[in-house]
T-cell receptor
Framework: DTAVSQTPKYLVTQMGNDKSIKCEQNLGHDTMYWYKQDSKKFLKIMFSYNNKELIINETVPNRFSPKSPDKAHLNLHINSLELGDSAVYFC???????????FGPGTRLTVL | QKEVEQNSGPLSVPEGAIASLNCTYSDRGSQSFFWYRQYSGKSPELIMFIYSNGDKEDGRFTAQLNKASQYVSLLIRDSQPSDSATYLCAVLGSNDYKLSFGAGTTVTVRA
């Protein structure tokens, strides 16, 4: 299946831990994104990579660090997790920067 | 002022009726507009995009864009219970290529 996939689907962890979320797309797209959807369902951009280059870096704590090893993968590492980090994190991709974006299934992160 | 505003829901319509969703945006230079549907517990799914003023139809969905009024809308004709979801309006920034989302309008179609 051609799609955007994320792992894990659910992540439950303690405050202070470090965790990673992985994203892969097999659509041949050049651009990938991380979004956060909070408890009020508001969806907000965090980062975007275009051809492995960071092009959007919103005002997020520097505990969040994206990494793109190649065009098909974009990972998100979070250090020192806090209660407020609990949310659903969506990866997305688009053919190019200004094109329509396609979302992965999401990772529900719960910090206890 | 929020960048993208949607009409507050929830919106309840009877089966077979037209559901009308509205969205206004603040970036006058924006050229690309998208509607996503999100079922509860699922990811946003692209259902329409529109770049030019006027109407764009795809099946039971019609997107309408008026750049002068900074207004984009989505009509769902012959609404079905399966259309019950939250609909997100998204606008691509003119300078930064960031996709800004509205808070969403939840639609319930009554059988």
């Amino acid at each position: 299946d051609t799609a955007v996939s994320q792992t894990p689907k659910y992540l439950v962890t303690q405050m202070g831990n470090d965790k990673s979320i992985k994203c892969e797309q097999n659509l041949g797209h050049d651009t990938m994104y991380w979004y956060k959807q909070d408890s009020k369902k508001f969806l907000k951009i965090m980062f975007s990579y275009n051809n492995k280059e960071l092009i959007i870096n919103e005002t997020v704590p520097n505990r969040f660090s994206p990494k793109s090893p190649d065009k098909a993968h974009l990972n998100l590492h979070i250090n020192s997790l806090e209660l407020g980090d609990s949310a659903v994190y969506f990866c997305a991709s688009s053919k190019r920067l200004a094109n329509e974006q396609f979302f992965g299934p999401g990772t529900r992160l719960t910090v206890l | 002022q929020k960048e993208v505003e949607q009409n507050s829901g929830p919106l309840s319509v009877p089966e077979g009726a037209i559901a009308s969703l509205n969205c206004t945006y603040s970036d006058r230079g924006s050229q690309s507009f998208f509607w996503y549907r999100q079922y509860s517990g699922k990811s946003p799914e692209l259902i329409m995009f529109i770049y030019s003023n006027g109407d764009k139809e795809d099946g039971r969905f019609t997107a309408q864009l008026n750049k002068a009024s900074q207004y984009v809308s989505l009509l769902i004709r012959d609404s079905q219970p399966s259309d019950s979801a939250t609909y997100l309006c998204a606008v691509l920034g003119s300078n930064d290529y960031k996709l800004s989302f509205g808070a969403g309008t939840t639609v319930t179609v009554r059988a």
